[in-house]
């Protein structure tokens, strides 16, 4: 028996409709805001992530699916959507396009981790990319945007951590107040930070094991470390997140996997899904496509993990789940009734209804048992007599009330169906 590989889904019929609520939430809050749909390849050169993503960080140095094509190119499997729509938007020269760029996706991505609950190797994602705006006004459209994503799926106990982690001119002096402050305690770091503190030290500040955050609590803050520009524009997000009643609590230990975040960054972070309770997470992004090749660009932008939203549905939202139900199911008995019921159905597909009819060789009575389990509203019964008469037996499901529908009359049966 041939299994589905470790880490992936199968996301059935029953379970598919959650996804299609959450994707449905996604396009209409962005539509509001002004949010295009971009669409790209599900395999980048590999350089791009490396270059982009951070050839530090452990997306790039554990997780990538790498693969050497027939030509000797190396490519890998979209491990996220930032690097490819930075890619996409120098390639497409929409860096030249009116500013702000405002984009949006729904994408499965990969990563090589080890699975868990919340954890997988091929996982989904919303994000939203706003390009070509510094000001603290594009990060709060763009948290807003998530937020009000958030809002629209009903989801309770989902908190928003914010925090700067600077630029190139602040991180620096703070890179080397925080490998002072590890150096003098390495012995007690897990052997991953040990290595981050040569590599990248602010990923400690976010190391899951309990000694490492433990040591992390009293690490110097990035926030005390910023440069009169960074700190302005921290304070000008913060004033704007009050503006909108956005509620959030302001986390040094925010600083987020990938190497491109420059200024702020964000977490929305679930209280009911376990340990892997980051259900959106982003910030600005102001080097990344002048580092991947392309014109001095700002960016801002988020990606929210469909998978963990799906588990934290769960514990409540707003979806309502609403069986599918088909207008008309039309039992035949006999081959000059199918021929007949055959061409009902397509008229009433042609005008917009849903309609089946038995296409297995059922029985009447299995027929009917069918009708009820794909939730038909409406039954219509042909046989020899009722092609003879003209009329046929039309029942709604819903009240049980009979009457009688004249096969000729397509009319007459849409409006019993309405
Ligand atoms: P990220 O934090 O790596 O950021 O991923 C964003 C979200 O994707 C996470 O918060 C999580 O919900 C989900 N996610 C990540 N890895 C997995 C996994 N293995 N299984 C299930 N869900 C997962 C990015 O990807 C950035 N590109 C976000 C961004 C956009 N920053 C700026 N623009």
Not at 33 to 39: A, L, P, T
Request: hydrophobic share 35%; with cysteine; net charge neutral.
């Amino acid at each position: 028996m041939i299994q589905k590989p470790r880490g992936t889904m199968d996301i059935l019929p029953g379970e598919s409709e959650k996804w299609q609520f959450i994707e449905n939430a996604a396009r209409n809050v962005c539509k509001k805001r002004g949010f295009n749909e971009i669409r790209f390849p599900t395999f980048e050169e590999t350089q791009l992530f490396q270059r982009g993503v951070g050839n530090t960080t452990d997306v790039v140095q554990k997780e990538m699916y790498t693969f050497i094509d027939r030509d000797g190119t190396s490519y890998s499997l979209r491990p996220e959507g930032t690097a490819s729509v930075s890619r996409a938007v120098i390639e497409n020269g929409l860096a030249y396009d009116t500013m702000p760029l405002k984009l949006f996706y729904i994408i499965n991505c990969f990563r090589h981790e080890r699975p868990q609950a919340g954890r997988y190797r091929e996982f989904y994602q919303f994000g939203a990319e706003l390009f070509g705006a510094t000001t603290p006004s594009a990060d709060v459209e763009l948290i807003a945007l998530a937020n009000d994503f958030l809002k629209t799926l009903g989801i309770t106990g989902i908190k928003l951590h914010v925090n700067s982690i600077g630029c190139p001119s602040c991180r620096p002096a703070y890179k080397n107040a925080l490998v002072k402050y590890f150096s003098s305690k390495s012995n007690e770091l897990c052997e991953t930070c040990q290595n981050r503190l040569n590599t990248n030290p602010l990923r400690i500040l976010d190391c899951k094991s309990p000694v490492c955050s433990k040591i992390a609590f009293d690490a110097p803050k990035t926030t005390d470390h910023l440069c009169p520009e960074c700190s302005a524009h921290f304070e000008g997000l913060k004033a704007r997140l009050d503006a909108c009643q956005i509620e959030y609590t302001v986390d040094p230990h925010i600083v987020r996997g990938l190497d491109y975040y420059t200024r702020t960054v964000f977490e929305f972070i679930s209280e009911n899904i376990g340990a892997q309770s980051t259900v959106c997470g982003g910030g600005r992004y102001d080097g990344l496509v002048e580092q991947i090749g392309g014109p001095a660009l700002s960016g801002i932008g988020f990606a929210a993990g469909i998978n963990r939203l799906v588990l934290s549905m769960e514990n409540g939202s707003k979806y309502n789940q609403k069986k599918n139900s088909v207008d008309l199911y039309i039992a035949t008995l006999g081959e000059a009734a199918s021929v007949k019921a055959t061409e009902i159905c397509s008229e009433l597909l042609k005008k917009g209804y849903s309609a089946e009819t038995d296409i297995v060789g059922r029985s009447l009575k299995a027929q009917m048992k069918y009708a009820n389990k794909i939730n038909a509203k409406n039954t219509l019964i042909i046989g020899d007599g009722e092609l003879e008469s003209g009329k046929a037996q039309f029942r709604n499901m819903e009240n049980g009330e009979q009457s009688e529908a004249l096969l000729s009359d397509l009319e007459k049966l849409e409006n019993l169906l309405k």
